[in-house]
T-cell receptor, first 111, second 112 residues
Framework: DTEVTQTPKHLVMGMTNKKSLKCEQH?????MYWYKQKAKKPPELMFV???????INESVPSRFSPECPNSSLLNLHLHALQPEDSALYLC??????????FGSGTRLTVV | KQEVTQIPAALSVPEGENLVLNCSFT??????LQWFRQDPGKGLTSLLL?????REQTSGRLNASLDKSSGRSTLYIAASQPGDSATYLC???????????FGKGTRLSVIA
């Protein structure tokens, strides 16, 4: 298995909702990442987990909460989001920095 | 701080042409460089990964070169096809616990 699987592919949520994005990989990669991408912009790093511990947090608002239950799973919990948080959320994994594999993304719309 | 620049920002070519996409980076002390393809609204697909010790990598009609001393990489696409239309992103990984740094991408259109 050489893929990063993200679910759901599309999500529409209200500003008072709580939802979660999920990411899974079975390549044995020990680093996993969350990125946010707005239209016609490059991906922006949000969080890095290395060996299941948060190692980089690029000053993301607390309404985004990452969780890494084990080395294959990465979640992003969403609460009280704003319309400007609407974007494509990408998960990626790497064998600690040596070539990244990205998932197909979750298209999030906050209404 | 590493900065990555991609030129041109957009490119439109007729089908069958060979083309070159450019990527430059400011800090030559890189670990590796990766080229990605992104279709609209989709995830990133890795095309080629070049380690700092390598000069080039090839996959099918794609060839990527790396010149660390000048801080440059090129992606060469031979015999372009309409299916090659996408945004191409260059990303640089430096040594240590540093994040991947992306260029802003080149949006390619191949016209049939």
């Amino acid at each position: 298995d050489t893929e990063v699987t993200q679910t759901p592919k599309h999500l529409v949520m209200g500003m008072t909702n709580k939802k979660s994005l999920k990411c899974e990989q079975h390549m044995g990669h020990r680093a996993m990442y969350w990125y946010k991408q707005k239209a016609k912009k490059p991906p922006e790093l949000m969080f890095v987990y290395s060996y299941e511990k948060l190692s980089i947090n690029e000053s993301v608002p607390s309404r985004f909460s990452p969780e890494c239950p084990n080395s294959s799973l990465l979640n992003l919990h969403l609460h009280a989001l704003q319309p400007e948080d609407s974007a494509l959320y990408l998960c990626a994994s790497s064998p600690t920095g040596d070539g990244y594999t990205f998932g197909s993304g979750t298209r999030l719309t906050v209404v | 701080k590493q900065e990555v620049t991609q030129i041109p920002a957009a490119l439109s070519v007729p089908e069958g042409e060979n083309l070159v996409l450019n990527c430059s980076f400011t800090d030559s002390a890189i670990y590796n460089l990766q080229w990605f393809r992104q279709d609209p609204g989709k995830g990133l697909t890795s095309l080629l990964l070049i380690q700092s010790s390598q000069r080039e990598q090839t996959s099918g009609r794609l060839n990527a070169s790396l010149d660390k001393s000048s801080g440059r990489s090129t992606l060469y696409i031979a015999a372009s096809q309409p299916g090659d239309s996408a945004t191409y992103l260059c990303a640089v990984k430096s040594w240590g616990n540093t994040p991947l740094v992306f260029g802003k991408g080149t949006r390619l259109s191949v016209i049939a």
